[in-house]
């Protein structure tokens, strides 16, 4: 006989001692950390998570100049421009005079790099649905009502906290 789902009642790492902002603020962190732990091999060349940003930016969005990627992931171009030597390296990405002004580059997904991605997807879809799989039905849509809110006012402030992030790191 399968036990009826509970929902936890206890929030994990003393986390029932903090105010709930605190509580949001950590977890949020060890998220962040747990998804940026890794590094990817490709065809034996090492690939960051910013450089598959930039592919996946490359692959929804078509060929685009190595500025507008930077604008579309919210990278430094100089950043933009060491993941677009990693990917080509790689295989990953190409570059492509633009038709519409001979004088500038578009950077592509190459077939190759398109394959990766979509291994990647789907290999992310299983990884989620581990993740999730003791989760109750409810909660996940939950989960994805308030990742969809926490995005939407990611962006709606996204400027001003920028600004003060920078101005905390510059003036103490």
């Not at 500025?67 to 950043?79: F, N, W």
């Not at 308030?146 to 103490?172: F, I, P, S, V, W």
């Amino acid at each position: 006989m399968q036990q009826a789902y509970k929902r936890p009642t206890q929030l994990p790492h003393g986390a029932d001692c903090d105010d709930p902002i605190s509580t949001v603020e950590r977890e949020f962190g060890r998220l962040m950390m747990h998804m940026t732990r890794y590094k990817h091999q490709v065809n034996g060349d090492r690939i960051d998570r910013m450089a598959l940003m930039v592919l996946g930016t490359l692959t929804h969005c078509g060929p685009s100049r190595l500025t507008t990627v930077a604008e579309r992931t919210g990278l430094d171009p100089s950043t933009v421009s060491r993941q677009v030597a990693d990917l080509e390296k790689a295989g990953l990405l190409a570059r492509d005079v633009d038709p519409e002004d001979r004088r500038a580059i578009l950077l592509k997904a190459t077939g190759e790099g398109q394959q990766v991605l979509d291994r990647l997807s789907r290999g992310r879809r299983r990884r989620v649905e581990r993740l999730l799989s003791d989760w109750h039905p409810d909660d996940i849509v939950t989960l994805g009502r308030l990742l969809a809110q926490l995005n939407a006012d990611t962006e709606k402030y996204g400027d001003q906290n920028a600004l003060e992030l920078e101005q905390e790191l510059n003036h103490g």
